[in-house]
């Protein structure tokens, strides 16, 4: 079904266009390596492009209500 693929395909380009924004807020975290059980509320994640710090090698900083982590390559 060739509607079906082109709807896959939009969803792949507009996660690809999300992931590579330098933040998002709200929703789910989208995961650089493993997922991590985290309890609280996710707030936001944000890279070296959003904010002058250093994440390691192309890191992501997650921010949960109650804690914050980065995760790296």
């Known amino acids: 079904n060739d509607s079906g ?3 896959d395909e939009r969803i792949r380009d507009l996660r ?5 924004a330098g933040a998002r807020v709200l929703g789910e975290p989208l995961w650089l390596q493993n997922e991590v059980d985290v309890v609280s509320p996710f707030v936001m994640q944000f ?3 959003f904010v ?3 994440l390691g ?3 992501i900083m997650y921010v949960f209500s109650d804690t ?3 995760q790296c390559h």
């Open 68 to 70: 914050a982590f980065f």
């Open 16 to 20: 690809s266009t999300i992931y590579g």
């Open 57 to 59: 090698d192309l890191g």
């Open 52 to 54: 002058d710090v250093n």
């Open 47 to 49: 890279d070296e492009s």
């Open 5 to 7: 693929e082109h709807e």
